[in-house]
Structure formats: C-alpha cells, structure tokens
C-alpha cells in the first residue's frame, strides 16, 4: 500500500507565501517524477510544477519566477515553496507521483511501476 500525503495548505492574503509538502510512503522501491497539480471549482486540472529525480524542474508559465519545486529523494518527498501568491492561485493542490512498488520482504521479488496521487490540500488566497 502506496500513500501520498500532502500538508501546508491553508489561508493567506495576496503577497504571502506557503510551503506545500508531500510524503510518500509504503512498499517504495523508486520514485520517478513527483508533480504538483492544482484544480479549482469548475476549472481542468492544471499542471502547476514537476520534479524529475535527476533534479530536473519544469513549471507552468503562470507560476514561473514564484513557485519552487523541490524534493528530497532520501525522505521520498516533494515540496512547492509559493511566494508572490494570487488570489487567482486559489484552488485544491494535489501531489503526483510515479512510484515502483515492491513485493513485502520475504516474497519473490516484483516491481510494479504505477501513478499515485494524494488527497489534496486547499490553498485560498484571499483579501
């Protein structure tokens, strides 16, 4: 069993900054590109920012110069430091990531490579 864990979301003026973290956890043999996603009411789901574990970063032109993606390969997690926030960054945050699982100890060896995503964390930016 695989889980994503986002956290940091919350409540903030236009201006100010929020760190949104993801944790996987579970049988984890690799972890291949972590991303974050954001969707708000009514609204696609928009590809905000991705981390490829060579250290490879990518970010969507409306979050580029104020959103950093980081992740800590070590503790199999992704982080998405936003300064500058707007209100039009107001939406649900979702953590993605390409996770290979394995087989518990003791059974033969089996990786499975598949897509994982966590819950979400709402990020409201509001006056």
């Known amino acids: 069993q695989v889980q994503l864990v986002e956290s940091g979301g919350g409540l903030v003026r236009p201006g100010e900054s929020l760190t949104l973290s993801c944790l996987a956890s579970g049988s984890i043999f690799s972890v291949g590109v972590m991303r974050w996603y954001r969707q708000a009411p009514g609204q696609r789901r928009e590809l905000v920012a991705a981390?490829?574990?060579?250290?490879?970063?990518d970010y969507s032109d409306s979050v580029k110069g104020r959103f950093t993606i980081s992740r800590d390969n070590a503790r199999r997690a992704t982080f998405l430091r936003m300064n500058s926030l707007k209100v039009d960054d107001t939406a649900v945050y979702l953590c993605?990531?390409?996770?290979?699982?394995?087989?518990?100890?003791?059974?033969?060896?089996?990786?499975?490579?598949?897509?994982?995503w966590g819950q979400g964390t709402q990020v409201t930016v509001s006056s």
């Open positions: 981390a490829d574990n060579d250290g490879t970063t």
């Open positions: 993605y990531a390409r996770i290979t699982v394995r087989t518990p100890p003791g059974q033969r060896l089996s990786l499975t490579e598949s897509d994982y």
